[in-house]
């Protein structure tokens, strides 16, 4: 343990100077790049959330309340991080909750219950270098790596209606497959492509 982490502890109530510049620094992230616009969906209250997959490449379905009485329901975000594994590894990362957030906002938007069909969930390193090597549409530093991003569809929704869905939320990045039949989004900061 650093010197630091030790003060931290030992002077409950103070700020140690690393803690205080980590602070300061992520505070002044907005300022330094203005112009930037950052993924802003808020869902209102403690209304339950649910959200429906269908995993393409296991034939995995879930349905699940994934947000309840103003929590998130651990049980129901490890069964989502399940589901959204890399399929190639079976590596399984945790899905950032505000991604589903954005999906839910997206399905009440399409105004339908109907499951996300997967393309892409969670992607491990080696999966997403293996990906990027055939194709240049894959980032090298892709946000399915942080479990930050999904490649989806929804069953009986045009493609380009999923598309101004979520860019019109401005959630977070929104890419537009329409030869591969798929629209990612992210919870990045907001662009499109």
């Excluded at 393309?119 to 990027?132: E, W």
């Excluded at 194709?135 to 479990?147: F, N, P, R, T």
Aim: aromatic fraction near 8%; avoid cysteine.
């Amino acid at each position: 343990m650093s010197s630091g982490a030790r003060d931290e502890k030992s002077r409950p109530g103070t700020i140690s100077r690393r803690r205080f510049v980590r602070t300061a620094l992520m505070a002044a992230v907005p300022m330094l790049a203005p112009g930037v616009a950052m993924a802003a969906v808020r869902l209102p209250g403690t209304k339950p959330r649910s959200l429906s997959f269908y995993n393409l490449h296991t034939g995995e379905t879930l349905k699940s309340t994934y947000f309840d009485n103003g929590n998130y329901v651990p049980g129901a975000l490890h069964e989502i991080n399940y589901l959204l594994r890399d399929f190639r590894t079976g590596e399984i990362k945790a899905i950032d909750p505000r991604l589903l957030d954005l999906l839910a906002a997206i399905n009440g938007k399409l105004e339908t219950s109907r499951p996300f069909d997967v393309i892409s969930g969670y992607r491990s390193p080696q999966t997403n270098a293996m990906l990027h090597a055939h194709s240049e549409g894959v980032a090298v530093h892709s946000l399915h790596i942080q479990g930050k991003a999904i490649d989806i569809r929804v069953p009986g929704r045009a493609l380009v209606a999923l598309r101004h869905v979520a860019m019109s939320l401005r959630g977070g990045g929104v890419g537009y497959y329409p030869h591969s039949d798929f629209v990612h989004v992210d919870t990045g900061r907001v662009r499109y492509w």
